[in-house]
């Protein structure tokens, strides 16, 4: 999913010389720039994917759940069961084709939600259904 997600936004980049220099202008931009232009597109559709699929990561305890994201700075994030408000389960168009969802779990935390994107549909369902349970089996009000 993450490379398709990628080589469709390499076909909108790909749109961007003739939006930012004009369709007549185009003639005037040396055949070296559109190689160099083609390379990072194939470099992007090649890496981006390859890059997300080896630091992100998940998992869920019995107190937490944690997660690990980022491209250049790497970004660790904890959920404390106490703390978890929602939990919610997305399917987007590009990941039911591939029978994948998005499992988001929100806090009160000022940094946003958690979010483990790529899972299977039914791993997501199940994960839904048990932090709901794990959430609503601890004290507190979750704020």
Same mark, same amino acid.
């Given at each position: 999913?993450?490379?398709?997600? =990628? /080589? @469709?936004?390499?076909?909108?980049?790909? %749109? /961007?010389?003739?939006?930012?220099?004009?369709?007549?202008?185009?003639? !005037? @931009?040396?055949?070296?720039? +559109?190689?160099? +232009?083609?390379?990072?597109?194939?470099?992007?559709? %090649? %890496?981006?994917?390859? +890059?997300?699929?080896?630091?992100?990561? +998940?998992?869920?305890?019995?107190?937490?759940?944690?997660t690990q994201? $980022?491209?250049?700075?790497?970004?660790?994030?904890?959920?404390?069961?106490? &703390?978890?408000?929602?939990? #919610?389960? @997305?399917?987007?168009?590009?990941? &039911?084709?591939?029978?994948?969802?998005? @499992?988001?779990?929100?806090?009160?935390?000022?940094?946003?939600?958690?979010?483990? =994107? $790529?899972? #299977?549909? !039914? %791993?997501?369902?199940?994960?839904?259904?048990?932090?709901?349970?794990?959430?609503?089996? /601890?004290?507190? !009000?979750?704020?």
């Amino acid at each position: 999913m993450w490379r398709t997600e =990628a /080589v @469709v936004q390499a076909v909108l980049l790909s %749109v /961007v010389p003739f939006v930012l220099i004009g369709p007549l202008d185009l003639m !005037d @931009v040396p055949w070296w720039a +559109w190689v160099l +232009w083609a390379a990072f597109l194939a470099a992007y559709v %090649v %890496v981006v994917p390859s +890059w997300r699929y080896l630091v992100h990561r +998940w998992e869920v305890t019995d107190t937490a759940v944690y997660t690990q994201t $980022g491209w250049w700075a790497r970004e660790r994030r904890i959920a404390p069961m106490s &703390r978890i408000q929602t939990v #919610d389960h @997305v399917e987007g168009a590009l990941a &039911r084709l591939f029978g994948l969802a998005t @499992v988001t779990v929100t806090t009160a935390s000022a940094a946003g939600a958690l979010g483990i =994107a $790529g899972l #299977d549909k !039914d %791993v997501a369902r199940r994960l839904v259904d048990e932090l709901t349970m794990k959430a609503d089996a /601890v004290e507190g !009000d979750a704020t």
